[in-house]
């Protein structure tokens, strides 16, 4: 059984910065890609950031050059590094993992962050 568990949401002033961080434990042998999304209320999650096995990095075009994702090393442990935001980058953040192996994929429960005007 893989847990997902993010944390560091919160209230943020536009401009302000936030971290949030993503943990994937329990049965976990191998280093999965991890993914952080958003939702609102009413849409579909949207895809954030996405860090692969090998390092590699994506990015959302509404977020390119404010949002930084990285992962410490060698484990399944990942951050999303938040500059700048926007009252547009309100929304629950999820984490996501995704094992290689089997492409099986695993949900945090959310964490919220809200950024005023």
């Known amino acids: 059984q893989v847990h997902v568990v993010e944390s560091g949401g919160g209230l943020v002033q536009r401009g302000g910065s936030l971290r949030l961080s993503c943990v994937a434990s329990?049965?976990?042998?191998?280093?999965?890609?991890m993914r952080w999304y958003r939702q609102t209320p009413g849409n579909e999650r949207e895809l954030v950031a996405t860090?692969?096995?090998?390092?590699?990095?994506t990015y959302a075009e509404s977020v390119k050059g404010r949002f930084t994702i990285s992962r410490e090393n060698a484990v399944n442990r990942v951050y999303l590094q938040m500059n700048s935001l926007k009252p547009e980058d309100t929304a629950v953040y999820y984490c996501?993992?995704?094992?290689?192996?089997?492409?099986?994929?695993?949900w945090g429960q959310g964490t919220r962050v809200t950024v005023s005007s």
């Open positions: 996501n993992a995704e094992r290689p192996s089997d492409k099986a994929n695993f």
């Open positions: 329990g049965t976990v042998s191998n280093i999965f890609v």
């Open positions: 860090m692969t096995v090998g390092g590699s990095t």
